[in-house]
């Protein structure tokens, strides 16, 4: 969690509160990191951390963006902005989706 917040805070990003939220909880099996944060003006903000070696595509996009939606219906409450923290060859297109859509895009190396 310690390299989590530090990762953040370089990108200046600070929270009031960063809750984890397992993906078993939304009705996935992927292996991603998801956290809830609540950031100083009060309003809610989603962290996705994806790590892996194989290429996300367009079609895993849409997952995780469909993700989005079932956390703010299990939150019961409008996610303001939307991170993505990626650790893994990423598709143009599906980095397209994500930046149209209104993602905030890291790639980490």
């Given at each position: ?12 990003l ?6 984890p ?28 951390f994806i ?40 598709c ?10 209104g993602w ?6």
């Open positions: 969690m310690k390299n989590i917040i530090d990762l953040l805070q370089e990108k200046n600070l929270f009031k509160s960063l809750k939220i397992e993906p078993k909880v939304l009705g996935s099996r992927k292996k991603i990191e998801i956290y809830l944060g609540v950031d100083l003006k009060k309003y809610y903000n989603c962290i996705f790590k892996k070696k194989s290429r996300i595509l367009r079609k895993e996009a849409e997952d995780i963006m469909e993700l989005h939606t079932k956390l703010e219906s299990y939150q019961d409450t409008a996610i303001k902005k939307k991170f993505i923290f990626i650790e893994a060859p990423l143009s297109k599906a980095k397209a989706l994500f930046v149209e859509k905030k895009v890291t790639e980490l190396s």
